[in-house]
């Protein structure tokens, strides 16, 4: 297997607000960032989240540390309203892809042969995990706008710490950042910017002082542009 050294640059400016990070973005020629972060506990919050959620761009919710709430899971699942979902307690574990294959299987077993239908292996997982068992992980991906309602009702009933992968227009970006004030860091074009750091980095395929000036000199460019 090839190995891929990536080498990391950083730029000396620090960016702090939200709207400085997302005119520095458009400064590089970007329409849309990917936001990753927050990990949060907070209701308010976890409702900001999700609302920021583009049915229509790469989007994953990931959830940990709270306990199942069994009724709002399954209004979740029934739904078929998302790509995949994936959830691990303490006790079992479900996957769903709505559309081909659900597996629900015990902790510490290899899992059944054969996927179940919708209905089966939500029912086979709840046996498996009562209400109240601790959630472990879990994460959900191509969500509807429709199901975003209940992915909420799930998340806080179950009171878990929950982060999110977003793919967003600047604006939506720079408005989710403002409302939601956990650590967190913005992605697109080759540069990253963490937050509340303020860092402006990014990682090169190339090493070199000539393509780390490079790599400056366009941050630089479009920070004059912002």
């Known amino acids: 297997m090839r190995t891929v050294t990536l080498f ?3 730029h000396p400016t620090r960016l702090n607000e939200p709207a400085q990070i997302a005119a520095l973005y458009r400064g590089l020629g970007q329409a849309r960032v990917s ?3 927050f990990h949060t506990t907070d209701q308010t919050e976890i409702e900001r989240l999700v ?3 583009d049915p229509l761009h790469e989007h994953t919710c990931t959830f940990a540390d709270g ?3 069994p009724t709002e899971l399954e209004a979740l699942v029934r739904t078929e309203g998302y790509g995949y979902l994936d959830l691990r307690t303490e006790t079992a574990v479900l996957r769903v892809w709505p559309a081909s294959n659900t597996w629900s299987y015990a902790v510490g077993t290899k899992g059944p042969a054969e996927s179940w239908s919708l209905a089966e292996g939500l029912a086979r997982f709840q046996e498996q995990a009562p209400d109240g068992a601790g959630i472990i992980r879990g994460f959900v991906n191509r969500l509807d706008e429709s199901t975003k309602l209940a992915l909420l009702a799930f998340l806080l009933a179950c009171r878990v710490r929950v982060d999110v ?3 967003l227009e600047l604006e939506a970006a720079a408005d989710l950042a403002s ?4 650590h967190h860091d913005w992605q697109g074009g080759g540069v990253l910017v963490d937050q509340p750091s303020g860092k402006v980095h990014g990682f090169l395929m190339k090493g070199g002082a000539e393509a780390m000036a490079e790599w400056r000199a366009r941050v630089t460019r479009a920070l004059e542009h912002a």
């Open 165 to 167: 992968v977003l793919d």
């Open 179 to 182: 409302r939601v004030r956990r």
């Open 67 to 69: 306990r199942l709430a």
């Open 51 to 53: 609302a920021a959620i």
């Open 35 to 37: 936001l990753r972060g």
């Open 8 to 10: 990391p640059v950083e």
